[in-house]
């Protein structure tokens, strides 16, 4: 007789079937669906934040010079990671990763950013590799949240802006003021 309290005796792990893969979010290499694009894409910014801040503040400490090199050494890690994101995600739409130095050119880039977000990729195995597993709830989480936090940063621009013009409006007054 079975007893209705035992633990559970079943696979606990996802399945995905042999002509698919799961994408890594660090994988240089495979192929990337259009919400994985958004969400890595995503991810690789916000990763990537403080090391552009901490290479363009320890370049600022050698003066304007070395926080210039330093952003742009953090910009030029930045693109690395987007290069590579836009490579995977093309070699799911079977083109070659090299269209991804396209988003190098100014307008083109625009046109080829929503190419890569709105393209339909290969249905099965192309020359690429297989295709990419369904996305799993932490893909199409962090696929969510950019609207949101777009949102959110828009509002709070929105009701900070103002406020603190309002605040140096008062304390430009109060000093005419005291100088009078």
Same mark, same amino acid.
């Given at each position: 007789?079975? %007893? ?59 003066? @304007? ?11 030029? &890690? ?5 290069? &590579? &994101? ?39 195995? %192309? ?29 709070? @621009?929105?009701?900070?802006?103002? @406020?603190?013009?309002?605040? &140096? %409006? ?11």
């Amino acid at each position: 007789m079975s %007893n209705p309290y035992s633990m559970p005796q079943s696979e606990l792990t996802e399945r995905v079937s042999d002509d698919t893969y799961m994408p890594k979010l660090f994988s240089l290499s495979g192929r990337i669906g259009r919400v994985r694009y958004l969400a890595y894409g995503f991810a690789a910014g916000m990763l990537l934040i403080p090391v552009m801040l901490l290479t363009t503040v320890l370049g600022g400490l050698g003066g @304007a010079f070395g926080g210039i090199v330093g952003m742009l050494l953090g910009y030029a &890690v930045y693109f690395a990671a987007i290069f &590579v &994101v836009a490579r995977r995600r093309l070699n799911d739409l079977g083109k070659t990763g090299w269209l991804s130095l396209l988003m190098l050119v100014p307008l083109v880039n625009i046109g080829v950013g929503l190419w890569l977000l709105f393209g339909e990729g290969d249905h099965g195995s %192309n020359e690429y590799g297989p295709a990419p597993a369904p996305n799993t709830t932490g893909v199409i989480i962090l696929a969510w949240a950019i609207p949101v936090v777009s949102v959110l940063f828009g509002i709070l @621009a929105a009701i900070s802006i103002p @406020a603190y013009q309002d605040y &140096v %409006n008062k304390a430009r007054a109060a000093q005419m003021q005291d100088s009078q």
